[in-house]
């Protein structure tokens, strides 16, 4: 049976970075991958750099797409050229520990679980290249169940990459194209074709914060799409999985409160007034909903009543 990892990584506008992402890839201890880089149509020199990797290790597939489809499209063109058994998500201005693959792979046949993931490491950095490091601590190696592991998503956040999948469990599905934030409807629903899922402790991911990337960025009308994601998510959970509809009903709310809060700093933007309109009535829907939510805390029940005024 074929052992082969895919790793796909789309690639946009971080010429800066890349080298440091694909240098972790082709360096680890796993040596038995394909790694499949999705150009997004960069405008900067991120098409040659993956050239040039693609020249030096016959490992290394370079797909160049004449026009930029977003982060959900790339990986989705990734999603389909895979060949191995197993597949990996990276980000092209992330990197991995050196022995990531391998501890993945040997986390997940020690369990029996479907999917693996080891520690992110947040690693935020200046202009200057100055880098803050902040840890996440675990207790050993935890398992999981998918509802286990569905209601952490809900309750906290969660990223497709840093996770070895078994590729055959993901069947078709693929990410929602066009919205940003969507690696939290996909975890999601890949978890709930998951038996189980283990979270290792031990670092194998290292995620760059940078203050001009997507989730870090000023707000925008573009960052919407979280009340849209969460409320597939609930519509997905009402389905497939009703003992988590507290949770699912818990971070609809918080996003809807959050989007709406934000909205109120583009007071010049008559959309974002129209939007911000549009939440106030989805507010005041749910109010009762999450006055009684064991997961929305008081300052946050406090807030919905304000908001539905």
Not at 246 to 258: D, M, S, V
Request: hydrophobic share 35%; net charge neutral.
């Amino acid at each position: 049976m074929s052992e082969k990892i895919s790793v796909v990584i789309p690639v946009y506008k971080v010429e800066a970075y890349l080298p440091e992402c694909l240098d972790s890839v082709v360096n680890q201890t796993y040596r038995d991958m394909e790694i499949i880089l999705v150009e997004d149509a960069s405008p900067d020199g991120c098409g040659a750099i993956c050239d040039s990797y693609g020249e030096k290790d016959g490992r290394v597939r370079v797909i160049h797409r004449e026009k930029n489809g977003g982060l959900a499209a790339a990986r989705n063109t990734g999603m389909e050229l895979a060949t191995g058994e197993y597949l990996f998500f990276a980000d092209s201005d992330d990197w991995l520990a050196e022995d990531t693959l391998e501890r993945l792979l040997q986390g997940m046949k020690k369990y029996g679980a479907d999917c693996s993931a080891g520690i992110c490491v947040t690693v935020s950095e200046e202009d200057s290249g100055k880098r803050e490091i902040r840890r996440s601590r675990q207790n050993g190696d935890q398992c999981k169940t998918a509802s286990e592991a569905m209601e952490q998503v809900l309750l906290t956040c969660s990223s497709a990459c840093n996770r070895l999948y078994r590729r055959e469990m993901l069947g078709d599905l693929r990410f929602p194209e066009g919205r940003i934030n969507e690696d939290e409807p996909f975890v999601l629903q890949m978890y709930r074709r998951m038996g189980k899922i283990v979270f290792l402790d031990c670092e194998t991911y290292f995620y760059r914060k940078r203050s001009n990337s997507i989730t870090t960025s000023a707000f925008s009308i573009r960052q919407m799409d979280c009340v849209y994601n969460s409320r597939d998510n609930l519509e997905f959970v009402t389905r497939e999985a009703p003992e988590l509809i507290p949770a699912a009903e818990y971070k609809y709310c918080k996003t809807l409160l959050w989007c709406y809060v934000n909205l109120r700093k583009l007071k010049a933007d008559g959309q974002a007034k129209a939007l911000r309109r549009q939440l106030r009535g989805e507010i005041r829907k749910n109010r009762k909903t999450a006055l009684v939510n064991p997961y929305l805390g008081v300052p946050l029940k406090v807030l919905t009543l304000l908001c539905s005024l």
